[in-house]
């Protein structure tokens, strides 16, 4: 071996191995492209997601923080009241509520 030299390579045999070497480097930069884009499709799913779940929380937050508006307590008057004015608006007239309950307005 040591007498024998090494072979040497023509330009164009240079240029040659250099393409294929820029052609192997060009589908790996695809192959990482692709993997690139299907890892930020499957990121930008969970982002939605999280972001689903924040609008949820959220509107938990505003829910805890303005309760329902509760319905005011009305007084026996107004009770009354209410329920005479609702047999009237049924057609009674105020005589007729009267002989009902037993009441006499004289």
């Not at 030299?5 to 250099?18: E, F, N």
């Not at 505003?62 to 319905?71: E, T």
């Amino acid at each position: 071996m040591p007498n024998e030299k090494r072979a040497r390579r023509t330009p164009q045999q240079i240029v040659q191995d250099t393409e294929l070497e820029i052609k192997r480097l060009e589908e790996n930069i695809g192959m990482l492209e692709q993997r690139r884009d299907a890892q930020n499709e499957e990121i930008d799913r969970r982002i939605q997601a999280v972001k689903l779940r924040i609008e949820k929380l959220e509107e938990h937050k505003h829910a805890v923080l303005a309760p329902k508006a509760r319905k005011p307590r009305r007084t026996k008057a107004q009770l009354i009241s209410e329920i005479v004015g609702k047999a009237q608006k049924s057609g009674m007239k105020l005589c007729e509520i009267a002989d009902r309950l037993d009441v006499d307005l004289s």
